[in-house]
């Protein structure tokens, strides 16, 4: 790390009158942000990042990430509260959560980690589906969210083969996901969610990572949350979850289905060129062993019968992204 980046830190804690903590770096996401936990001589702590701001595009995502922050707050939710702020250096000191995320939580304690998810699904994400969109909120159409393949298939040796997926994948989010979007958080799974018991009701989820949000069809975040190619989520338990979620929004079962079926085909579709990319252009090899559970969501999502004119593209495209997990 350059010795100026140490130095404007140092200052930022000092003005913050965080100076004297102790700082320990925690691990980072596939961004560039870093991160570091703070304790003070008290036992209290902190949470320092540091976002890049050389961009255009840095500072849009620092900005948002503060704007989605509060709008999570208005809504009664647990984004952590902002500390102290220096927008123009990337230092924002934040509330610490802890390390009760629900990643941790399926292997330590699996019935504390259903009833955090049966709390995400029930609870935080009727939340944000009942709420105001606020008008910040970019509003893709069905043509746009399907675009959020394309760099999956800029990869491929030969999209030419799979050039009616995109129309296809529109058509399909259009015909099975009716209805206003929803705010998304897009980023959430269990890595990003951290239990927080002490408190009540939707509170209880302590919500990272936010800042993509932007208006999509109603499950789009219950699908990255229990399709996650991070980990494998017990049958029994994914089935529990579309169930909640189904009750809580008062929609029919089969309706849910078919939603979770087309979403998380979109959003796998998406991720197998992302972790793709950082396995291979962007120095982060461990992406590459996420590559296989990430095709078998794929593949289970449109076996779907309602997806059926997807089939044929998605499994050539399966076809021609077969090496990359190897």
């Known amino acids: 790390m350059k010795l100026a980046a140490l130095s404007a830190e140092r200052a930022f804690l000092d003005r913050s009158g965080w100076g004297d903590a102790a700082m320990a770096p925690l691990a980072g996401d596939a961004s560039a942000r870093r991160y570091h936990r703070l304790t003070q001589g008290d036992g209290t702590r902190a949470i320092l990042m540091c976002a890049p701001v050389g961009t255009a595009a840095d500072r849009t995502s620092l900005a948002a990430f503060l704007r989605v922050g509060r709008h999570l707050a208005q809504l009664g939710l647990s984004a952590p509260a902002t500390l102290a702020e ?70 491929l040796p030969d999209a030419s083969a799979v050039a009616d997926l995109p129309a296809a994948l529109a058509e399909a989010l259009a015909t099975h996901c009716p209805g206003p979007s929803v705010l998304a958080l897009r980023d959430c799974h269990a890595d990003n969610l951290i239990w927080l018991p002490q408190r009540d009701g939707a509170a ?111 499994a050539e495209l399966r076809r021609q992204t077969a090496g990359w997990a190897t």
């Open 204 to 314: 209880r989820i302590g919500l990272l990572d936010y800042q993509d949000a932007v208006a999509l069809p109603l499950g789009y975040d219950l699908a990255s949350l229990i399709d996650d190619p991070r980990r494998d989520l017990p049958d029994g338990l994914r089935a529990a979850l579309t169930r909640r979620f189904a009750e809580a929004m008062g929609l029919s079962l089969p309706e849910v289905e078919v939603r979770l079926a087309t979403l998380s085909l979109l959003r796998n579709l998406r991720i197998l060129g992302i972790f793709h990319r950082l396995a291979t252009q962007m120095g982060k090899p461990s992406y590459r062993a996420f590559l296989p559970r990430t095709g078998h969501l794929i593949d289970r999502a449109v076996a779907h019968p309602a997806l059926t004119k997807l089939q044929a593209p998605v």
């Open 86 to 155: 220096d927008a123009a250096s990337g230092l924002i000191l934040i509330e610490d959560f802890g390390d009760a995320t629900l990643a941790r939580l399926l292997h330590a304690d699996p019935p504390g980690a259903e009833t955090a998810y049966a709390v995400s699904t029930a609870e935080v994400l009727p939340r944000l589906a009942g709420a105001t969109l606020p008008g910040w909120a970019a509003r893709p159409d069905a043509a746009a969210q399907a675009a959020m393949i394309d760099l999956t298939l800029s990869l």
